[in-house]
């Protein structure tokens, strides 16, 4: 299977982390968590789903790194941002990330996000992201996470 340009770009950035980490091109869609779950032969949980919104005043973009299972509570993310946010619409994602929905990947990043990252991915030795592509993942540790991204650990998770 021929690597895409988006799903290169994001080995490369992997690449430069100096961690040995390796994009996998599925056949299948990995596009949401359940697909990549099934793909992949893990939890959904495991699936480290990337979620652009964006803060109405500032305009920036705002990344979430959510457990597959987990549905991001706005008010939440809202507070911890210090700014309303609205969902992000296609136009706004591939402006920001670069990337299309159901690839966005946690790095690589057209502009840089303010990034939060879910608590319940900590449970686990192992997790995925998205890779570039609705094809492509990599795994990683959830600490890995915490390294590439900059983000900040929150409870995000909508009760």
């Known amino acids: 299977m021929e690597t895409k340009a988006?799903?290169?770009?994001?080995?490369?950035?992997?690449?430069?982390s100096g961690i040995r980490f390796e994009v996998r091109e599925f056949p299948e869609s990995t596009r949401t968590a359940a697909e990549a779950?099934?793909?992949?032969g893990c939890e959904v949980a495991q699936i480290a789903k990337s979620?652009?919104?964006?803060?109405?005043?500032?305009?920036?973009s705002v990344l979430v790194i959510a457990s597959g299972v987990n549905?991001?509570?706005?008010?939440?993310?809202?507070?911890?941002?210090?700014?309303k946010i609205t969902?992000?619409?296609?136009?706004?994602?591939r402006e920001k990330t670069g990337f299309?929905?159901?690839?966005?990947?946690?790095?690589?990043?057209?502009?840089?996000?303010?990034t939060f990252i879910d608590n319940d991915l900590l449970n686990y030795d192992?997790?995925?992201?998205?890779?570039?592509?609705?094809?492509?993942?990599?795994?990683?540790?959830?600490?890995e996470l915490l390294d590439l991204t900059g983000g900040s650990l929150a409870d995000i998770k909508k009760d």
């Open 87 to 93: 969902r992000a619409d296609p136009g706004f994602v």
């Open 71 to 83: 549905r991001v509570d706005e008010k939440k993310l809202s507070r911890l941002l210090g700014e």
């Open 37 to 40: 779950a099934e793909v992949i």
């Open 126 to 143: 192992s997790i995925w992201a998205a890779a570039g592509t609705p094809n492509a993942v990599f795994p990683l540790r959830p600490s």
């Open 6 to 16: 988006s799903s290169r770009r994001v080995q490369d950035a992997l690449n430069d």
């Open 51 to 60: 979620l652009i919104f964006k803060a109405k005043e500032s305009e920036r």
């Open 100 to 114: 299309a929905i159901g690839g966005v990947p946690p790095l690589a990043h057209s502009e840089a996000p303010v």
